[in-house]
């Protein structure tokens, strides 16, 4: 199954393939690859080996899988599915962006992006949750219309039904 990039006003979020995905686990860039600086990140390692993981396990997630975000042709973060969505229909999302491109509503614009691809795909839903102290991340779920529906000792959770 061919899955297309998903291009908003300043980024595009490019699907990985496995062989892309092994390429960031392993933090060794080919020659069609353009990374910026801190990319991949450990986020991003943790990420990729989980959708190989799930590769491995369940077969293509179509379009619930992880996304390069890249802007300008380079890489400066991540994006995606922890893996299709629940019996409920509720997928999970995580994101990431390197140091040198945060705290320009690119991650808003991305997941904004992401959302819409989950709706499409059929989801009931997105969920995703950040660390209590992490009120960058918080501000990046909320512009991109997700509300914060819990919070426990540690995490912040927000979620946007379709």
Same mark, same amino acid.
């Given at each position: 199954?061919?899955? +297309? ?5 300043? *980024?595009?979020?490019? #699907? *990985? ?14 020659p069609?690859?353009?990374?910026? +600086?801190?990319?991949?990140?450990? $986020?991003?390692v %943790? =990420?990729?080996?989980g959708f ?8 293509? #997630?179509?379009?619930? %899988? *992880?996304?390069e ?5 380079? =890489?400066?973060? $991540?994006?995606?599915?922890?893996? #299709?969505?629940d019996?409920i229909?509720? =997928? ?9 491109? %945060? ?5 808003? +614009?991305?997941l ?5 691809t989950? %709706?499409?795909?059929?989801? =009931? ?9 992490? #009120? ?23 979620? *946007?039904?379709f």
């Amino acid at each position: 199954m061919k899955i +297309e990039s998903v291009a908003t006003a300043r *980024l595009v979020l490019h #699907p *990985l393939s496995r062989d892309e995905a092994e390429r960031i686990v392993a933090r060794e860039s080919g020659p069609e690859d353009l990374w910026g +600086e801190g990319y991949p990140g450990d $986020g991003d390692v %943790r =990420a990729n080996t989980g959708f190989l993981r799930g590769l491995a396990e369940r077969g293509d #997630p179509g379009a619930f %899988r *992880l996304y390069e975000i890249r802007l300008d042709g380079v =890489a400066v973060g $991540g994006i995606g599915f922890h893996g #299709p969505p629940d019996e409920i229909g509720v =997928a999970t999302v995580g994101y990431g962006l390197v140091p040198a491109v %945060r705290g320009k509503g690119y991650a808003s +614009e991305a997941l904004r992006a992401l959302l819409e691809t989950a %709706r499409v795909a059929g989801a =009931a839903g997105v969920k995703g949750d950040a660390d209590l102290e992490n #009120p960058a991340s918080h501000r990046v779920m909320e512009a991109a219309g997700m509300r914060c529906v819990a919070e426990d000792d540690q995490l912040r959770h927000f979620y *946007l039904g379709f």
